[in-house]
C-alpha cells in the first residue's frame, strides 16, 4: 500500500478482554516497530520484526503483550486480560531496505474501560 | 543507555522563527531526525541528518547538529499556524535497528 495502515483506529474494550491490533506496513519493507503513546507521552518502543530474524521483544511491559508477524508482512498486536493502564495509542511503523527511515501509521487508539 | 531529551513546550508569534533543541547521550548515533505529530495522527518524517553533517537545510527547516555537545536543533522560519504540533527529536544506532524517541516538544503559534 501507499503507506503503513492500522486498524482498528479506534477501539473501546472492557477491562479484561483481549484485543488484537493490526498493522500493515508498507510493500517490501522488511522492519516493522511497534510503540505506545500513552497521553501526552513519548514514544514507548514495544517489539522490532526484522525480516525472517527472532524479533526483539525486549519493550514488551508484560506476558500480557504479544506480536506476531505473518509472512514478513502483516503483524498483530495483541494484549490479553486488558487492563485500564493499557489504555494509549499503538502506533506502527516500518523501515525499508537501509532501514534509516521509519514511516508511521495512523495509530489505535485503545480505551480500556 | 540511550537517552534523548527535548524541553515540552514551546510558544511563538505567527511569523516568527521556532528553534526547538534536542540532546541526545548516545555518540554511536547514525542518524538523527524530527518528526513531526499532528493531533489524532502518526508521526510524519520531516527531515533527518547523518551523523557526520553539521547542518541540513529544506525549504523553512533548518536542522543543526553540534556532535561534540549531542545538541541538535530544528529551526522553522516564518513560523505558521499550520506548523502546530508536536516535534520529536529521535535517534538511531545500529544502522537504523534502534530508534530512541525524545518525548516530544508541543509547539504552539500563536496569531
Known amino acids: 500500500g501507499a503507506g503503513v495502515s492500522q486498524s482498528p483506529s479506534n477501539k473501546v474494550t472492557e477491562k479484561g478482554k483481549d484485543v488484537e491490533l493490526r498493522c500493515d506496513p508498507i510493500?517490501?519493507?522488511?522492519?516493522l516497530y511497534w510503540y505506545r503513546q500513552s497521553l501526552g507521552q513519548g514514544l514507548e518502543f514495544l517489539i522490532y520484526?526484522?525480516?525472517?530474524?527472532?524479533?526483539?521483544k525486549s519493550g514488551l511491559p508484560s506476558d500480557r503483550f504479544s506480536a506476531e508477524r505473518t509472512g514478513g508482512s502483516v503483524s498483530t498486536l495483541t494484549i490479553q486480560r486488558t487492563q485500564q493502564e493499557d489504555s494509549a495509542v499503538y502506533l506502527c511503523?516500518?523501515?525499508?531496505?537501509?532501514?534509516?527511515?521509519?514511516?508511521f501509521g495512523s495509530g489505535t487508539q485503545l480505551s480500556v474501560l | 543507555g540511550e537517552d534523548v531529551e527535548q524541553s515540552l513546550f514551546l510558544s511563538v508569534r505567527e511569523g516568527d522563527s521556532s528553534v526547538i533543541n534536542c540532546t541526545y547521550t548516545?555518540?554511536?548515533?547514525?542518524?538523527l531526525y524530527w518528526y513531526k505529530q499532528e493531533p489524532g495522527a502518526g508521526l510524519q518524517l520531516l527531515t533527518y541528518?547523518?551523523?557526520?553533517?553539521d547542518m541540513k537545510q529544506d525549504q523553512r527547516l533548518t536542522v543543526l547538529l553540534n556532535k561534540k555537545d549531542k545538541h541538535l536543533s530544528l529551526r522553522i522560519a516564518d513560523t505558521q499556524t499550520g506548523d502546530s504540533a508536536i516535534y520529536f527529536c529521535?535517534?538511531?544506532?545500529?544502522?537504523?535497528?534502534?530508534?530512541?524517541f525524545g518525548p516530544g516538544t508541543r509547539l504552539s503559534v500563536l496569531p
Open positions: 511503523a516500518s523501515s525499508g531496505t537501509g532501514g534509516e527511515k521509519l514511516f
Open positions: 510493500s517490501g519493507h522488511t522492519a
Open positions: 520484526f526484522q525480516g525472517n530474524s527472532a524479533p526483539d
Open positions: 548516545d555518540s554511536s548515533s547514525t542518524y
Open positions: 541528518i547523518f551523523s557526520n553533517m
Open positions: 529521535a535517534e538511531s544506532i545500529l544502522n537504523g535497528q534502534n530508534f530512541v
